[in-house]
């Protein structure tokens, strides 16, 4: 006996197998959720965002709790309170824990407005070792510029985590030595060194880099890479500079670190891994059952900076496309400057004629693409 | 056997017991009365208990596909299952068929204390497999010899799901907070064929018999869920997604030939 079907059904289900939307019902506390990141940091300044957890629909930005008294307690009773501050475009808590003493276990405390108590569970501080040196490679077949961390460390050091800070210059396809002024309907010259040419721009880590030498004999990093940039990003096109900060971290925070990034980073593909339900380290004293996320650690932290400069190795692919300037005549400048068109030059022909050549404003102004003027204190170069 | 139920495809593996992994064990117990009804109907219920020990499931953020090293991705739990099972027959008559409809439970728990790392905090949960209610009917009327229709239906509860419930800004992106290991169920699955069989010859001294079938499968066009995922959309938006396989009618023509 033949059943067709048997043999139409999979070459069926090719064809016929369709995705729809899928809101499941009976969601409860979906939002709300305390939300608590930072660590306390030995030595220097520790900085704690509070938050809560939104809607997985909701896409409205993030607001940050500043109602709260936070402060960092010792196992000696030593209290040190925090005040807010206006740091990466958030209001976060910042508690000066230069003087902590390493042989003392801290944690945090968290006061909210509701009278609600939560605490981080009592952390040892880990001591960070240096790093050894930063590294950078241009990986043509990817694509990408690696970038790598060398450190080594004893047998307490065994779990690592990194952060960086990036800051870039970049310029505009255009050097303009002119502008135009819409009140006045004409184009003058920038006074002085004033341009809009040069600009800088930075940014914060926003991947999980962690890693352990639990399973190797000596605890050394080489070249261990932690994290890339795509060849054609804007910030390494002229001068590019990060900062690494190291951490070591305790075998219960590497677990909660690296269960946050696969839960996150790797949802809704075919090799997802199991997800999960995360709590981290700080609980509520009048509820233990409430849930609140995050984990706040205790260490030290050690730095290391590195420039990389595109005029050495030329890795920065434009993709950018800017024609090539255009004469208006000056009855069509308010026009075109409506379009969103700007001066590039100002070309005397002869005469006490001039030609003036107009290009689209985000080729002739750095700041249409996010960065500002303001050049970071370090930054190895003189013009502004 | 292992089961990966969260991504888009869910799949089975399984594995031999190691040095790592123990030997699963369990104990049964069942009861079950029969009995016939006026001669015709054939009914059955019958009921189970059933007690596992060193069942596996995953760890949290357990990689589950192309591990070279999954047993150190799982734990050992301990399981119960129990359930009643209600059955009638009717296995002659111009109209047969049987209906049955069974209640089952199977739930897990961590067997081992793994501090905050311990699913849903060692307390009992859904097994992956758990589906409580499941009625399923198929049923025969034979017009004449030759004309006969069939009607098949299945219904059963949504398999238990972990799902993201909430999302939370931390360490500069947006992370995703699950519920409790299986504490959510994907929508509930229904499925109704109806079929037509003609059996155009009865001539006893030939080669071959043929039936021919006109049916549809899945009548209602319901769209049951084989699996559901979650994508993220455009960095802020996290969407839930559910994948359906045969999720509107589908006629069928079958041709059957006995010899």
Known sequence: MKHISYILAPLMLLFTSCIYPFEPEGIKETSGIIVIEGDIIAGGTSFFLISYSQELTDITTLKSIVHAKVSVESSSGEVIQGRITYRNSQNVFNIDTRNLDIDQKYRLSVLMNDGEQYYSTWQTVEISPEIDSLSFYPDETNEVMRFYVSTHGDDNQRYYKWTYKEDWEYHSHYNSFFFYDYATDAVYEYPGTMNRYYCWNNDYSTSIMVTNTKDLTDNRLINHEIYSVGRTNNKISYIYSVEVYQQVISEEAYTYWVTLSKNSDDAGGLFSPQPSELRGNIYCAGDSTKPVLGYVGASTVTSKRIFVDQRKTLFWRRTEDCDAPMILSSLDWRKYYNYGYDVVDKVEEGMGVFSVYWAPVRCVDCTKKGGTKLKPSFWPNDHI | ?259
């Open chain 2, 1 to 259: 056997m292992i089961s990966n139920t969260t991504s888009i495809s869910p799949l089975d593996t399984w594995k031999l017991t190691d040095e790592k992994v123990k030997p699963q064990n369990g104990w049964q117990a069942a009861t079950g009365l029969y009995w016939t009804m006026a001669g015709q109907y054939d009914v059955s219920l019958e009921s189970y208990y059933k007690k596992m020990y060193n069942y596996l499931d995953y760890k949290s953020g357990a990689v589950l596909s192309m591990n070279e090293n999954l047993v150190d991705d799982l734990i050992t739990t301990q399981g119960k299952a129990y359930g009643v099972e209600l059955m009638i027959k009717k296995p002659i008559g111009k109209l047969n068929g049987w209906i049955s409809y069974t209640y089952s439970r199977t739930m897990l728990k961590e067997m081992e204390d793994r501090g905050t790392n311990t699913i849903n905090r060692g307390e009992w949960y859904n097994a992956p497999h758990d589906k409580p209610h499941d009625l399923k009917m198929v049923g025969n009327y034979k017009f004449t010899h030759r004309y006969s229709i069939s009607v098949n239906l299945d219904y059963s509860t949504g398999r238990p799901v972990t799902i993201p419930i909430s999302k939370y800004m931390y360490a500069g992106g947006y992370r995703l907070f699950y519920s409790d290991r299986n504490a959510y169920r994907i929508p509930d699955y229904f499925r109704l064929d109806i079929a037509m069989n003609i059996e155009p010859s009865h001539y006893l001294k030939q080669l071959t018999h043929m039936t021919v079938t006109f049916g549809v499968y899945n009548v209602t066009g319901r769209k049951n869920a084989y699996s559901i995922y979650y994508t993220t959309n455009g960095g802020t938006k996290i969407e839930g997604h559910m994948l359906s396989v045969f999720a509107t009618q589908i006629p069928y023509i079958n041709l059957n030939l006995k010899f």
